[in-house]
Structures are given as C-alpha cells and as structure tokens.
C-alpha cells in the first residue's frame, strides 16, 4: 500500500479535472472557477467527486518529492520501508493522540490486517511508538523525532512547490481548514483517527494546507465505506464490483455522504477552492 494512499471511491466526474491539472497558475484558476461556476448544480453532493481527484493529486505531489529528498523522511534504524510507510501515513494522528485499534481498522480497511499488525511490531521494536491500554498506540519521543523530520520534509516541499502561490495560500488553508472542522460532525472511524491533523505552532501555511487537504481524503473513504456496507457488501465485494447499477448508487451515495462537509462553505467559497486548488502545482 503507498505511503498516504486510501480508497475513496471518486471517479473524474467529467475532463475538466484533468485539463485543469494540465493548466497552470491563474489561467488554470481562471478557466477552472468559470468551469465549475457554470455547473448548473454546484451542490455540495456535486462538489464532492470535483474536488476529490484535486485532493488526491495534491497529497501525492508533496508525499512523492518529501520521500525523495535526500535529507528527507529519516529511515531509523530498525524500521523497514513498509513499516515506515505506516508510520509516515499516520503521521498526523500520531503526532497530537493516541490512536486506538478501531481507528487503525478503519484506515487500513482494505489492507490485510495481519500485514498492519507486522507494520506496527516492527515500529514498536524500532522504538517509534508504544501500546497503550486497549491495543492502541502512540508515538514514542524517538518516534516524535521522526515525525518532526517529516513535518520537516513537507514544509520544505510545499515551499519549493507552491512558492509562486503564497499569496493564495493562506485564504485556500482557511477554506480547507473550515471544511475539516465540519467534517467533524459526520467522519467516521478513519477521519476521526486522522482529523483533525496535528498542526505545530510553527508550522507554514504549505504545511497546514497540505495535512488539512490529506485528512480531508479519509472522510470520503469513510463515506465510500458506509454506502457499500448500507447496500451490503464487504470490502472485498466492493473492490470486486463491477460497473453497473449497484456501484452506480453506492458512488452516489458515497458522494452524498462526502459532499456534507462542503456545505460549510458557500457556492461562491467552494468555487474558490477548488479553483484555487486546481491552480496549484503538483
């Protein structure tokens, strides 16, 4: 499984995602907002699969450059690549709480559990987190060493990124950041183990938009999740499933569920935001 990665279920709704993605700087934001504006229904259930794969491209931009920094991610010693990965993946949840065996389930729903168990033995003898009581378990200080490193990595990242966009960053991190505090109210086991993301005092604004952007994805996997268990399939049914009715109502289900949160913001702001982010490199 790759660092970050969760099933969310979206599919690009139509080819303006992707040629917004090809655009760059404000002509993108310009033909992207205007795109989106002229939607007849920008309602926040059709908002959700718009801003889905713009999330996704995103996170996978900054965690791609951070792992290959040459000072970037620390590889302690003891800690394989796959059981760093985990570790990287829950990095905004293990930096600020204890997280507990639910949430672990949640996250990794779709990966074998044995697998997640092994990952998180290996942390454990690499001394990068400690259980707790009812199976949970939480950064050791080595571990929250590690974890600033990261935090470190992806401030650097961002910067070299989104240097040219700094004036339009910190209006889309107070968007995004609304959207995570309503997502709040209606995430489920995986968002609220991830959400809202640890965020330090210091942090850069890249920072705090990328992590708030990151989180943001579980809530629709938490979404995707509920509307395949209402229509009564497991995970491995869903991942099986072919096209056609049934997974033609969970998706939409799935983007009613996800959409929730986007009605914090209004047409106008969610116009914003996703033209702003559209705009961004990566």
Not at 127 to 153: F, H, W
Not at 212 to 218: D, I, K
């Amino acid at each position: 499984m790759s660092h970050g990665l969760v099933s969310t279920g979206w599919q690009t709704p139509c080819s303006a995602v992707r040629c917004a993605q090809n655009r760059s700087g404000l002509l993108a934001a310009e033909w992207y907002g205007q795109r989106v504006a002229d939607l007849a229904d920008l309602s926040p259930d059709r908002y959700a699969p718009l801003i889905a794969p713009v999330l996704e491209r995103l996170t996978f931009a900054v965690v791609r450059m951070s792992v290959s920094r040459p000072a970037g991610v620390p590889a302690p010693d003891g800690a394989p690549a796959g059981a760093l990965r985990t570790f990287a993946q829950l990095r905004t949840a293990l930096a600020a709480r204890t997280v507990t065996a639910a949430g672990i389930a949640a996250v990794y729903r779709y990966r074998d559990p044995d697998e997640v168990r092994a990952d998180l033995d290996r942390l454990r003898v690499a001394g990068l987190i400690g259980a707790v009581c009812d199976s949970a378990i939480e950064a050791t200080e080595k571990g929250r060493a590690v974890l600033a490193g990261m935090y470190q990595a992806s401030a650097e990242v961002t910067g070299q990124l989104w240097s040219r966009h700094g004036s339009a960053l910190a209006g889309l991190n107070d968007l995004a950041g609304r959207v995570v505090q309503a997502g709040l109210a209606t995430g489920g086991d995986a968002y609220l183990t991830m959400a809202p993301p640890y965020e330090p005092a210091d942090a850069t604004v890249g920072v705090l938009l990328h992590h708030r952007l990151s989180v943001l994805r579980y809530h629709r996997a938490d979404a995707h999740a509920a509307a395949w268990q209402a229509a009564g399939l497991t995970s491995e049914a869903m991942m099986q499933l072919p096209a056609g009715p049934v997974r033609a109502a969970i998706e939409a289900e799935t983007n009613h569920r996800a959409g929730v949160p986007y009605a914090t913001l209004n047409a106008d702001e969610r116009v914003a935001l996703l033209a702003g982010l559209a705009a961004l490199p990566g």
